[in-house]
């Protein structure tokens, strides 16, 4: 017997509630509504769980290399990324993540890989595996950080600079998939040693840029301001934002640089269910950005180095949805960029299978118990699906599966999209892990100027916000930006 075949009668018990009808999905595949059930919410109702993922585990738990239909398929393990070091696609990600900072000093790639293959050891005991990557990546930032202490007391600053940046992602790293018990003392001591050795990089940067707190609803949204250097001239501005899990020292080695270099100020920001926002304040995502952007942009237009009429917008990953929905109702913005491009952050997992959401809503307040306990037994199955959940109910604020994708079913764009007034670039990626058929969905829903750009396979940057290929990718979203705002 197969595992998945071991699953909870629970499932079967949701699954038989409703009509065994046949539906059709994208690849015109005829599919059961229990295979879509098992393949969707079993998984962690995970809006977040890979498009990939759910439909290899969906087919056969003990045959990786099959479609849902469960014939082989040879596109999968086809990709330069796919099998790198992990097996699991989660671990493979995120080590490209973490090796993508190196091209502005903030992680190197022998370091990378040296704690990747001490992690793999473990590969066969997911709990083992994921309490490996927490340890491994959490020596790893001491290690590099005594360095850091050293070149600074011998007064060398670069030295010093490069290694607080590197073991800064370390520590974030170190701290991933440790969300399914929010209390852990780790999550809140990764951080501030995180946080500490990114000021200490922070404070022998060149050139400089500020710490700065926004007010926010009686309290305040950390950031990052990189001025452009043009003196007293006031120059474009670029906000930028992250999403599901993001932060934004990350930002700063994936954009912020890049912004300065090209005459930009470049303004990083938290929001709440983001973090310093969730774990030091408890706030978390909220549907309507707008009212956290609001504020963001008020602080902006009060300094004396950013033209009001020429103010960007970026989201990244589930960004990809705040970002225009904040658009939608913010029109101090010259311009949009959403990426990876959401309409229904609900429905990426679902559409694909034939459901509907309204569907979906209803099967989730019949059955929340027999859902949540399904969800919390097959989550342990699957590194991706259990760190779209566990982390999905921290930063969400919500204590079951059930709740947290009622929470997500607000997150839709389709009654707003058209109300974005501002030229706007969907970002789309061939190997788009998270949100496939979101981009194209949200740029067909916009009634603005508007730009449809894919990242296509063989490139280098056609996974999730391009991790990987972060030189491409700025070259290609601000070139964007320099036409939008006709700047040569």
Not at 103 to 116: C, Q, W, Y
Not at 287 to 299: A, C, G, I, M
Request: charged fraction near 25%; include cysteine; charge should be neutral.
């Amino acid at each position: 017997m197969s595992k998945f075949q071991e699953l909870s009668s629970l499932i079967w018990s949701v699954a038989d509630a409703y009509p065994i009808e046949m539906k059709e999905n994208e690849n015109g595949r005829r599919l059961k509504r229990r295979d879509i059930l098992k393949a969707g919410l079993v998984l962690g109702l995970g809006t977040l769980a890979s498009a990939r993922g759910l439909n290899v585990l969906a087919a056969s738990w003990d045959s990786p290399n099959r479609d849902i239909t469960g014939q082989e398929d040879p596109k999968i393990n086809a990709n330069w990324h796919d099998g790198f070091i992990f097996k699991d696609e989660s671990l493979i990600f995120e080590l490209i993540r973490v090796m993508s900072k190196a091209t502005e000093h903030g992680s190197d790639i022998g370091e990378s890989l040296a704690a990747a293959y001490l992690i793999k050891q473990k590969e066969g005991d997911q709990q083992a595996l994921l309490n490996a990557w927490y340890e491994v990546w959490r020596k790893q930032g001491e290690r590099i950080e005594k360095i850091g202490d050293d070149c600074l007391a011998k007064g060398h600053k670069v030295s010093a600079r490069d290694a607080y940046l590197r073991a800064s992602e370390y520590y974030r790293s170190a701290d991933f998939y440790l969300h399914d018990h929010p209390a852990n003392p780790a999550i809140l001591e990764l951080w501030d040693r995180m946080f500490t050795c990114f000021e200490n990089a922070r404070k022998l940067a060149v050139p400089s840029f500020e710490y700065v707190l926004i007010p926010y609803e009686g309290t305040a949204l950390p950031a990052y301001f990189c001025p452009a250097g043009t003196g007293s001239k006031r120059a474009p501005t670029i906000l930028i934002h992250q999403g599901f899990d993001g932060t934004i020292q990350e930002l700063y080695l994936g954009y912020g640089k890049d912004a300065v270099r090209r005459g930009y100020n470049c303004l990083m920001f938290e929001g709440p269910g983001q973090g310093s926002v969730i774990r030091k304040q408890g706030l978390p995502f909220r549907y309507d950005w707008e009212k956290v952007v609001t504020p963001v942009v008020d602080y902006a237009l009060k300094r004396s180095d950013v033209d009001p009429k020429r103010i960007v917008l970026l989201g990244l990953s589930m960004g990809g949805y705040f970002a225009p929905r904040a658009a939608a109702y913010e029109h101090r913005l010259a311009a949009l960029i959403a990426n990876e491009g959401i309409l229904d952050n609900f429905a990426t997992s679902f559409q694909r299978f034939g459901m509907k959401r309204e569907e979906l809503i209803q099967l989730i307040q019949e059955k929340p118990e027999e859902i949540n306990a399904a969800s919390f037994k097959a989550v342990k199955e699957n590194i991706t699906s259990f760190w779209a959940l566990t982390n999905g109910m921290w930063t969400f604020g919500v204590k079951s599966p059930a709740e947290f994708a009622l929470k997500q079913s607000r997150m839709t764009l389709a009654d707003c999209a058209y109300l974005i007034s501002c030229p706007t670039l969907v970002i789309d990626s061939d190997a788009e892990q998270f949100f496939g058929g979101q981009p194209k969905q949200l740029y067909d829903a916009l009634k603005c100027p508007k730009t449809y750009m894919v990242f296509k396979t063989g490139e280098g940057s056609e996974l999730h916000c391009q991790a990987g290929g972060q030189l491409l990718a700025n070259q290609k979203i601000f070139d964007w930006i320099d036409e939008i705002l006709h700047r040569g």
